[in-house]
């Protein structure tokens, strides 16, 4: 039987930049890369198109299962749903918060299950998420999870806004945050926590490049034969 590619999962809550890094690891072994988040953000956006009810499970489930989705190829690329561009509306704050309501529907999380694991190919493969550590790739070689306190990932994404002239309140911004990591360390299925066997990152007091480099150190002893 032929062996599975190797997966290294990237999990923790928004803010923590394990976006950044999963695109950073995936590009310096030239695996592929999987940001299972932009695909609830993605359903979240097609329901707005579609005017569906973010409380109508059956809806929601069903255009996930048709939906075309395809990302491109280079690092912050595009996202096309359905043959149309939806990477500003994917990133905006409002989308992170309606994709954290449906991610909590089991009904929708089994659906995308699978097309989440097809992503696994040759050469091997950097996971972003919430759970891939935990229920998508429990069987991964590497389980990396991020975290950060609240207060600093509400200034990261305050800064991000800023920088691209989006107004944003800090206070609110602190709120949403508190609320969706509330949310996603208790919904029934699935919730935000790291694996039994993962490598806790606290990347509160430390900048993108420390945290790539301590990444990088644990992808060199889990693979040594793989030149990083």
């Known amino acids: 039987m032929t062996p599975l590619p190797p997966v290294i999962t990237i999990d923790g809550p928004s803010g923590t930049g394990k976006g950044t890094i999963t695109a950073l690891v995936a590009e310096r072994l030239q695996w592929h890369l999987l940001d299972s988040g932009a695909l609830y953000r993605i359903v979240a956006v097609g329901c707005e198109k579609k005017s569906i009810s973010l409380s109508n499970i059956n809806e929601i489930c069903e255009f996930a299962k048709v939906m075309s989705v395809a990302f491109g190829s280079e690092f912050a690329g595009s996202i096309v749903l359905n043959g149309q561009e939806i990477s500003h509306q994917v990133r905006l704050e409002e989308t992170a918060e309606k994709a954290s309501r449906v991610a909590a529907i089991p009904a929708l999380r089994e659906v995308l299950l699978q097309r989440q694991r097809d992503f696994r190919e040759a050469p091997g493969l950097v996971a972003d998420g919430r759970d891939m550590g935990t229920v998508v790739f429990p069987d991964a070689g590497l389980k990396i999870y991020l975290t950060a306190s609240a207060e600093e990932r509400a200034q990261r994404r305050y800064k991000q806004l800023i920088n691209k002239g989006v107004g ?17 360390a208790n919904r029934a299925v699935s919730p935000l926590r790291p694996a039994q066997d993962a490598v806790v990152i606290d990347t509160t007091s430390l900048n993108i490049e420390q945290v790539l480099a301590t990444v990088l150190d644990h992808v060199r002893t889990r693979y040594p034969e793989i030149a990083v």
């Open 168 to 184: 944003v309140n800090l206070r609110a911004l602190l709120q949403d945050i508190a609320s969706r990591d509330e949310r996603d």
